[in-house]
């Protein structure tokens, strides 16, 4: 990688002589891909780094080719990579700055600094992801700032800043669900999604915060349908897709049963009247009569479909 490095730099001293602007971007994104390339390997200790570097080339190439309209289509190639480099730098930012768990954390305000540090390259993605019409990539980067969001809004310094907090988590949060809700293939990331707002929701304060919570996890219903694993197998048989969806959505069905029999657990404890407590009884019969059954390759079903099918009902 080193000596590719040299290489390319030394590359771009021709490409500039002789003015030749698509080939010096072309080597600016090598570039960037060797910088890459580097932050994954084992002994490097300083990923970030790399990943910074890796960003610079891509502005670098933007900047030699001037703007869009001269060179359209290696301008969006560099866009891409730019705003899917900064999505990465902001999410390592966020989980070496709070950690991986789910659900707010309990420490002290962030700097400005370290907040910028984590939102402003997820929103330069965003905004790059909504210029190129990558609707799916904008989801995601949506899904990560909510996800910044909803860890910090506990710990600021004022009632405005905890509004403004939660505001932002709401709005992310919503521009993410509203997309990969409908979006074939992308079940296992709404089902993720909608546990992670879950998750949000039962930090709130209040019986509220909790019956939305499993509303959340009863968005998932559809996802689970025998329609959606039937398609699944289509495109697996065609060789499109994502080859691992099934085992993915199995291992997620025993999350989203956990995940709902916690909730209507809470709620049995705080709410009055039997709604909540038949909703459980549903859940916890159906969890000892589908023990160690995860999927029915007779008729293509998840077990958690039916499950949350007679829940919906109730509900």
Sequence with gaps: LAAAKTWFL?????????????????????LAQGCKLSSSLPHILDVESCLQEAASNLNLAHEALGQRDEHPISWDNV????????????????????????????????????EASVCKPIEQSLDIYKSLNNHRQAAAAH?????????????????????EKL????????AA?????????????FVVLCIDMSNFYTTLPGRDGFIKALSCVMDVVDSFSESRVLAARERMLQGVGDKEWLVKMIELSQAVE??????LLELVKIEKGDKYKD????????QMGTANQNYNEINDTIPVHTLLVRLRDIF
Aim: hydrophobic residues 35%; charged residues 20%; contains cysteine.
């Design 10 to 30: 030394e590359s771009i001293g021709y490409f500039t002589k002789c003015h030749d602007i698509r080939n010096i971007a072309l080597v600016r994104c090598n």
């Design 79 to 114: 866009s891409s990579e730019l705003a899917a480099t900064l999505l990465v730098i902001g999410v390592r930012r966020r989980q070496r700055i709070l950690g991986g768990k789910a659900g707010p954390i309990s420490a002290q305000k962030l700097s400005p600094g370290e």
């Design 143 to 163: 899904y990560q700032l909510a996800l910044y969001f909803s860890k910090v809004w506990t710990f600021q310094r004022d009632e405005s800043k905890t509004r």
């Design 167 to 174: 505001a932002n988590t709401f709005r992310h949060y919503i």
């Design 177 to 189: 669900h509203s997309y990969f809700r409908s979006s074939p293939g992308d079940e296992p990331t």
């Design 258 to 263: 956990q995940k709902i029999t916690s909730i």
């Design 279 to 286: 909703m459980y009884r549903v859940a916890l019969s159906h």
